[in-house]
């Protein structure tokens, strides 16, 4: 047996019009040549990559017909992992599957392991680790701005623009080096120059971690807790924005008394929007324990919704949860403000909340989510990102590497600005470039390696 031909299959499991099985390896054709019997009665070495051949699986110990299928062939290096890759198309029973499976298990093949395929494209050099990470978060995109980002990603504009930075730290190191083992042929580094070098490539980073923190809320949504006492209006609020009746209302103050989390799509924004319990005093034991999680999910939050009821005036519920609030992720919504007699107004809410964000709306009607829409879209990037910009960092791993990066850089700088040794010097540039690598995968490390494609589906 061959450990190194994998197969598993590539749609989802269960009942379908079609299931494709995957195989990558050495052995893909062999075992492809044994178990398919072309309609054209052409052999599997003599089919032509990427076309497709109509023909029969059959059990090559009795010669059973297992299904009628679709194969297609890829050969290495031009596919997917870089190695021979076989794909059969079958009919989506889960019966016919597995026996299919099974058969190239015994003839060589064994089990991919998650994201085996795509981790192979990895180490063949046909992706980069941004480009393979990005096929996860096409995946498992949420909006159609993080798809676009994804697939950008996966084309290499990311990578383009890492590759730019590298090359300029590469260029450093070189010049400092030669300084340091040919002395009286290169003479000692520039320092103005080099000083101004390091100055670009730290804008740069910073500038790629700034905008990375807003990727960070395009690809895994801005966590967005609707926080309030009973009966605000907070369960109406969650209803408005998915439109439908996804939470109860009533009357009733203490309804919600559990998280109810909802992921919408905000104008490319996904918004993890959670709906917790009204935060009060209670002597009910059920309702405090909601109380208690509603606060939980008050400090983790990334965006918090304060309800107000502007038919009524402001309670001591409402002052304590004044004291959980900060102003640079929160806006104050005044719910109800479509009745003709209110009690509190957008003046007195700034009495006690000055230069706070205070939207008047009406759960209920309707009116006022598309104000609240486009507050929301400038807090998240402040004007600075649009939604072409697609050669933008998005996961958690690149901002710490780049963070780290930056800081190397920074201490490099630092170092060139006191004129110390240059081989110390060299030794913060040598650790940026490491930290940079991480991020497409040229220093990463197999643990790294084994994290990041443990997130994928088996079959991809």
């Known amino acids: 047996m061959s450990e190194n031909t994998i197969v598993a299959i590539a749609t989802p499991i269960g009942e379908g019009s079609i299931g494709i099985i995957r195989l990558s390896g050495e052995e893909a ?96 050099g046909r992706l980069d680790l941004v480009q393979a990470e990005a096929v996860i978060d096409i995946i498992r995109a949420k909006t159609e701005t993080a798809a676009n980002i994804a697939i950008n990603q996966l084309h290499g504009r990311l990578s383009l623009r890492l590759q730019d930075i590298k090359h300029n730290l590469v260029e450093i190191m070189a010049q400092m080096e030669a300084s340091i083992d040919f002395p009286e042929d290169v003479g000692d580094i520039d320092y103005p120059k080099t000083r101004d070098s390091l100055n ?66 905000l104008e490319g924004i996904p918004l993890k929007i959670v709906d917790t319990a009204g935060i009060r005093e209670t002597s009910d034991k059920v309702e405090r324990i909601g109380v208690n999680i509603a606060k939980e999910s008050l400090v983790k939050a990334d965006l918090v919704l304060f309800m107000l009821d502007a038919t009524c005036k402001i309670t001591d519920d409402d002052r304590a949860i004044l004291g959980h609030l900060k102003k640079e992720n929160t806006i104050v919504l005044l719910n109800k403000s479509d009745v003709d007699i209110k009690h509190i107004s957008k003046d007195d809410v700034l009495d006690l909340l000055p230069r706070y964000k205070i939207i008047d709306i009406s759960a209920k009607e309707m009116w006022g989510l598309d104000e609240l829409s486009q507050v929301i879209k400038e807090m998240v990037f402040g004007g600075a990102m649009k939604n072409h910009e697609s050669d933008i960092v998005t996961r958690t791993r690149h901002l710490d590497a780049l963070e780290r990066t930056l800081n190397y850089v920074k201490d490099a700088l630092s170092g060139v600005e006191q004129n110390i040794p240059v081989d110390l010097v060299v030794i913060d540039i040598r650790n940026a470039l490491d930290s940079f690598g991480e991020i497409t995968g040229e220093t990463v490390t197999e643990d790294i390696l084994d994290t990041i494609f443990s997130e994928f589906c088996i079959g991809k």
């Open 29 to 124: 054709l062999d075992i492809a040549a044994s178990m398919f019997v072309a309609k054209s009665e052409v052999k599997v070495q003599d089919i032509r990559s990427f076309s497709f051949r109509l023909g029969n699986v059959v059990n090559p110990i009795n010669q059973v017909i297992i299904d009628e299928v679709l194969m297609s062939i890829m050969r290495g290096p031009k596919s997917y992992t870089g190695e021979d890759v076989v794909e059969i198309n079958c009919h989506g029973g889960p019966q016919v599957v597995e026996k299919i499976i099974q058969i190239t298990l015994s003839l060589g093949a064994r089990l991919a392991e998650p994201g085996e395929f795509t981790k192979r494209a990895f180490l063949n």
């Open 200 to 265: 670009k490539i730290s804008k740069k980073v910073s500038k790629m971690i700034n905008k990375g923190k807003q990727g960070r809320v395009l690809k895994d949504g801005l966590k967005t807790v609707i926080i309030g006492r009973p009966n605000v209006g907070k369960s109406s609020l969650l209803n408005a924005l998915l439109e439908e009746d996804r939470a109860i209302v009533t009357d009733v103050p203490g309804t919600t008394r559990d998280i109810i989390e909802e992921i919408i799509n």
